[in-house]
């Protein structure tokens, strides 16, 4: 009988499996569970060359995976000054005052819109504070930054400009640019001109980023880009990643069909705990940012424009890429984007379903929740992002919306509810990557969400494991702890499914398991 490399004991197992739904012991061989039971079950699996880990009562669950992050771009978009705990104008000056300049310029992210108490992002707001300097200022949403003067004039640009997706360069009532770069063109105007991290400061920053990731107990991501293939190729190659990376390159209004081809072409790219899994889409942008697809506009007049100026190509795009056999997820936010998306996959046939997924959905109406369950639409939302609201609906998010689109903030427990697959994740950076986080806010969501029942223990622990299996097209090899499945395993000091939320959040992680492979110990 071939011998177990790991064997793990003493654990609470909640299997997931609905034919054997616990278990105290499992054996690993080959990066695949071999035998789930009791000591009894796995003892015959044990030779010479086996570890064996006991788990002293911990609880073991199949390894939880975050459903929507950007560990490598993400890089690029936390370098500099971290301003996600400024709270008001004074702060932000304060912090841009005293701020280290790289190679001149000062680099920020993390700034939350709610900053600027509902004035117009402007850098005539910060620009005494650094006088003569650029800079560039990534808001928390990802979505828009504010830069300097010398900025745009190091960019060269002086004036509006014309692009193929729905971005723009804000201007105020003479003309003048303001600063405000919304969407990924505008951003990447000045993004090319800043200084950029060294390869070798990036792939110590990534080794180190998803070692602190595993250590929260995760063992994959959903990676809602397409990364930087060639350092995570080589880095898997000289060593074990702590997590699996699944990425999905994104595809932008005026691909063309060499584009989408091409798209196609890169699915085959994999290596040890990666893989090109899949092609993201953008049909909207931000409620804050003005850039979310509303069926009404939002209090400023805005959001009533798709991010593909020509909806309808986004459509052919998903067909083509949907023939092929490729899954798509689209970040959709507003009600209007969720729509779309819904009868773009809707006009595909029933064999779409569980193939196509949403990423966000922050605010859709009651017809949307049963429609998306029917279609078999998964929803990738991430519970972190109620964080950035208030339960007063002060808030920036809040207000544009208004009241009755506030109220109906992230539905996650209507959509399970109604039978939908809901996938979780925290989207880092835009939020932190600790998945207890994501597992304690989606039962208990925060700000404009706060007054909506959250998802229980078991759906909320479902949501980064069998919900993000199913979303992945993996259900038949991940999501659960039985012979056969990946060996993906995380052990929690207590129970997620039990505990409160609120020890959940700080629940010690004992051990992280990832392709039969120990990437992380708890003391």
């Known amino acids: 009988m ?80 971290d301003l996600s705990a400024v709270v008001d104008l004074g702060g932000l000056r304060a ?56 900025a745009l004039a190091a960019a060269g640009v002086t004036g509006p400009r014309t692009f193929a997706q729905r971005a723009h360069l804000a201007a105020d009532d003479e003309g003048r640019l ?6 990924h063109a505008a951003m990447d105007l000045v993004a090319a001109v800043m200084p950029r991290p060294s390869h070798a400061a990036r792939r ?40 699996r990376l699944r990425f999905a390159p994104w595809c932008m209004p005026g691909a063309r069909r060499e584009d989408l081809e091409e798209l196609v072409a890169v699915q085959r790219h994999s290596g040890r705990h990666w893989r090109v899994g899949g092609v993201k889409f953008f049909m909207d942008g931000t409620v804050e940012g003005g850039t979310a697809w509303l069926e009404h506009p939002d209090c400023h007049g805005q959001g ?11 459509g052919d795009a998903v067909r083509f890429l949907h023939r092929a056999g490729v899954r798509t997820a689209t970040h959709a936010i507003g ?80 959509l399970r509810d109604a039978g939908a697959v809901v996938a979780l994740g925290s989207d880092w950076p835009i939020a932190h990557h600790d998945v207890r986080t994501v597992l304690a806010t989606a039962r208990a969501p925060r700000g404009a969400a706060s007054s909506r029942a959250g998802l229980t223990g078991l759906q909320a622990l479902e949501g980064c494991t069998t919900h993000a299996a199913l979303a992945a097209g993996e259900a038949a090899v991940a999501g659960r702890v039985a ?30 398991v990832t392709g039969g492979h120990i ?3 708890g003391v």
């Open 2 to 81: 071939p011998t177990a490399d790991l064997v793990i004991t003493g654990a609470r197992v909640r299997t997931l499996d609905p034919d054997r739904p616990y278990a105290t012991s499992v054996a690993v061989r080959d990066g695949l569970i071999a035998a789930v039971g009791d000591e009894d079950d796995v003892h015959p699996w044990r030779g010479a060359g086996t570890e064996t880990v006991h788990l002293a009562g911990a609880c073991l669950v199949p390894g939880l995976v975050d459903g929507h992050s950007h560990p490598v771009w993400g890089l690029e978009m936390t370098t500099g000054l």
């Open 95 to 150: 912090a841009l005052a005293a701020a280290e300049r790289v190679d001149g310029w000062v680099i920020g992210f993390g700034l939350d819109h709610n900053v600027f108490g509902g004035r117009p992002v402007d850098r005539a707001l910060i620009e005494d504070v650094l006088p003569g300097t650029p800079a560039f200022l990534r808001l928390y949403d990802g979505h828009s930054a504010l830069v300097t003067g010398p």
């Open 178 to 183: 303001t600063g405000h770069l919304v969407e």
């Open 204 to 243: 110590a920053r990534l080794t180190g980023l998803l070692s602190a990731m595993a250590a929260t107990g995760l063992t994959g991501a959903h990676v809602m880009d397409g990364g930087d293939l060639d350092l995570v190729g080589s880095l898997a190659r000289e060593t074990v990643l702590p997590l």
């Open 304 to 314: 009533t424009e798709a991010f593909w100026p020509d909806p309808s190509a986004y």
């Open 335 to 414: 009600d209007a984007a969720v729509r779309h998306v819904l009868d773009t996959v809707e006009a595909l046939g029933p064999d779409a379903r569980f193939v196509h997924r949403v990423e966000h959905l922050e605010t859709v109406p009651d017809d949307t929740v049963s429609r998306l369950a029917r279609l078999g639409v998964v929803a990738s939302m991430q519970p972190p992002h109620t964080g950035y609201t208030r339960a007063d609906r002060s808030d920036e998010w809040s207000v544009r919306l208004g009241e009755a689109r506030a109220a109906r903030a992230w539905r996650l427990r209507d």
């Open 483 to 512: 012979e056969g499945f990946r060996a993906d395993l995380t052990a929690l000091g207590l129970d997620p499914v039990e505990a409160p939320a609120d020890e959940v959040a700080e629940a010690p992680v004992r051990l992280t």
């Open 519 to 521: 990437v992380h110990r």
